[in-house]
């Protein structure tokens, strides 16, 4: 295992959930962060929870060339996080909405084949890209989850033909179960509670994860240079339930 100290990490998504649980952890470990996020505001709101011991830049992940001041900016560095995401769609499919899931599609996968395609420039060899995934590509909500489904399955074979093509870099996936971020507010408001128990009674692991519970994943996979194409699940055994 290599130690994180003195490393630059990188971590897209680093405002807030488990991006933020992400950049803590990474700072225990005498890491050096650089979180990444399209609002200002709450950047600047991270910064002061994580002590001011970090870098932000605001970036827009549907913007190739935000993404690519980001990389300049960012200089060298060992390793990338993408924690990155939107609320995702949940029509039945016969309402789909094409407009939504474009602007889904565009942020979760073509934002993370637009952060492979400019972190390459400045990602040093041997060090790693971590891509996170999720549980409705194991456990898809019905109706309603074909879409997001889609989506996080990809990544599995995104990152097994990117570990061959940019090879000894390292590429992997987290793939969470629930984990009590800021988006359960916006998805479902004053009921997350009631879903959070239900959730809770039924996983293995008697609980919905905190996003310091998934957060040592990522550090795992920053810190073993002999994993990469690989996918790992840390749902608290949601996928058996």
């Known amino acids: 295992m290599a130690p994180l100290k003195g490393q630059k990490i990188v971590v897209v998504g680093g405002s807030s959930g488990i991006g933020l649980g992400v950049a803590k952890a990474a700072l225990q470990n005498d890491a050096e962060v650089v979180i990444v996020g399209r609002s200002p505001d709450r950047l600047k709101a991270a910064e002061t929870a994580l ?7 605001a970036a827009d992940m549907t913007r190739e060339v935000d993404i690519a001041r980001l990389f300049d900016e960012v200089g060298a560095f060992d390793h990338l996080v993408s924690t990155a995401g939107t609320p995702p769609p949940n029509y039945p499919i016969g309402d789909t909405d094409m407009d939504f899931v474009r602007g889904f599609v565009d942020n979760k996968l073509i934002g993370a084949v637009m952060l492979a395609k400019h972190a390459v420039r400045g990602l040093k060899k041997g060090g790693s890209m971590i891509f996170t995934s999720g549980i409705n590509k194991d456990r898809p909500p019905v109706p309603g989850g074909s879409v997001v489904s ?20 390292r590429i992997n996936i987290v793939s969470p179960g629930w984990v009590d971020t800021p988006m359960w507010d916006e998805l479902v408001g004053e009921a997350k509670s009631g879903y959070f128990a239900a959730m809770a009674g039924r996983v293995p ?16 996979l920053m810190g073993n240079d002999f994993m990469t194409g690989e996918t790992i699940h840390i749902d608290g055994g949601q996928r058996l339930v």
Not at 52 to 57: E, F, T, Y
Not at 150 to 169: K, M, N, V
Not at 205 to 220: E, I, Q, T
Request: aromatic share 12%.
């Open 51 to 57: 002590g001011g011991r970090v870098k932000s830049i």
């Open 205 to 220: 692991a008697g609980k919905v994860a905190a996003p310091a519970d998934v957060a040592p994943a990522y550090l795992y």
């Open 150 to 169: 889609a989506i996080a399955g990809s990544f599995s074979y995104f990152a097994r033909a990117l570990a061959q093509e940019l090879a000894p870099t």
